[in-house]
């Protein structure tokens, strides 16, 4: 496994490499999930390249960018066994250089949701994917549905701007609890961490009453929110039904919608969703 | 030459170049300042790809989409001529579709001088650029001077995004009394054609100043704007002195500087510049 440090040894790296070139882009500090995009990205293409960079862009400046899980011993440990080709670990500085000012937006929908409570998040992500993207070439990149939104920003960039590159999202891992697999289930404490649960369960709870035939997307919520608050240790930060697409809330029902929340445990920031089809 | 409308029957094509690939987009109607770009594209390129797209984006809503002059027959006639390879003019519909939100903005470099005029108008052309590059792939694409901010532009996104192409500015070209070509000079009446080469004018004037020694960047605009307040047809949009990076304005002359100017004549905004070093 190569691991490569700059723009330009990438460049370089990859022209090397037997195509398609499959490509996770990560913030490290690895779990079930990342495994599970390396693992399709290794089974399905003769080149995998993977990127650790955990891109400040992206994070809000009362956000925990230096607190940011990191484990990179491990991580290239983890890539080293699944067999990884190729890892990109850029810099900070060389990623955004002084005056760096290029930015990518796809406003319509990343004001919602996620984009709501975390101005400015998607911009960055955007930017650091297109860029990524620019350096390595991929023919298909691997996202975790988890990211919902992140996925839905990504597709759609690439596609608009005509970057030539396949997009997969595949399922969110969940513990055996349901709790999704997330590198910040590492703040939890064991407190929390039960509470987490709330999420999975709250989505649950959507399915169960869309079977039912419940109509009102806004009872759904309704309901979801109730069930959230029962729990002391969590606070709501959204409840939504959406358009899988738009993002825009629905208020009667109908099949695909995206059921998502974001909810606070403890300290922690922890998202979930599930699409209904 | 291939003529080519559609972005999926372009990345065919594209596929059966030979490389290096020059490329040059244009919103066509075709002067020398164009053909200087196609030519130079042609002498250092095994194949040569020019666009022709009057981008709706980069024209504010009370600005000349609509009127912007166009002639492709005559402009395909002398593509042929020069030996283009291939001539892409996707559709608008094409280019944005319903619902298309992926910006690429530069805002550091894009809110001054024709930024500041012309708001939101180097977002389309970033957004337009960027999307052609990933369409066409080139590995060098040629921009003409007279749009210097442009230059900057996208060499800014292309650095900073890592396109991995190379941009090359090539010099304006004059009419004999030192007016830049360009497409809006059709606009102009006899009169104001006469008028116009007060822009010209004051930019010579300005390297005269530089070239005795005037050490007041303040001093020059000043001199400059009260030449043109002379030609009555003439009405100033903006006269700088800027560092050619930054496009800050200077208060102590220094090289290099970009002095830069937009001028109505009659209801045709003209602009160009200068670069000293």
Tied chains: 1, 2.
Aim: glycine share 6%.
């Amino acid at each position: 496994m190569q691991v490569v440090e700059t723009i330009a040894e990438m460049k370089r790296v990859r022209k090397e490499l037997t195509g398609p070139v499959g490509f996770v882009a990560t913030m490290g500090f690895f779990h079930e999930g990342h495994l599970s995009l390396v693992r399709k990205a290794r089974a399905r293409n003769p080149s995998v390249a993977v990127s650790i960079f955990v891109n400040p862009a992206q994070f809000g400046p009362a956000e925990d960018f230096d607190t940011y899980p990191r484990d990179l011993p491990r991580d290239l440990s983890l890539l080293e066994k699944e067999r990884a080709d190729v890892v990109f670990m850029p810099s900070v500085a060389e990623m955004y250089p002084p005056g760096f000012d290029s930015w990518v937006d796809i406003a319509s929908v990343t004001d919602r949701l996620e984009g709501a409570s975390r101005p400015g998040h998607f911009r960055g992500v955007a930017t650091v994917v297109n860029k990524l993207f620019n350096i390595i070439r991929p023919d298909v990149s691997y996202f975790g549905q988890k990211d919902a939104q992140q996925v839905l920003v990504v597709r759609k960039m690439v596609q608009e701007l005509k970057m030539g590159l396949e997009i997969v999202a595949l399922p969110t891992v969940r513990e055996d609890d349901g709790l999704a697999v997330s590198s910040r289930n590492a703040y939890l404490n064991p407190e929390e961490r039960k509470a987490a649960t709330i999420l999975h369960r709250s989505l649950c709870l959507a399915e169960e009453l869309w079977e039912k035939g419940e109509k009102d997307a806004g009872s759904i919520r309704q309901q979801m929110r109730e069930l959230i608050q029962k729990e002391p240790l969590a606070r709501i930060d959204y409840v939504s039904i959406a358009d899988p697409e738009t993002l825009e809330e629905m208020d009667e029902v109908r099949t695909p919608a995206l059921a998502s929340l974001a909810v606070w445990t403890g300290r922690t920031r922890l998202i979930d969703n599930v699409v209904v089809e």
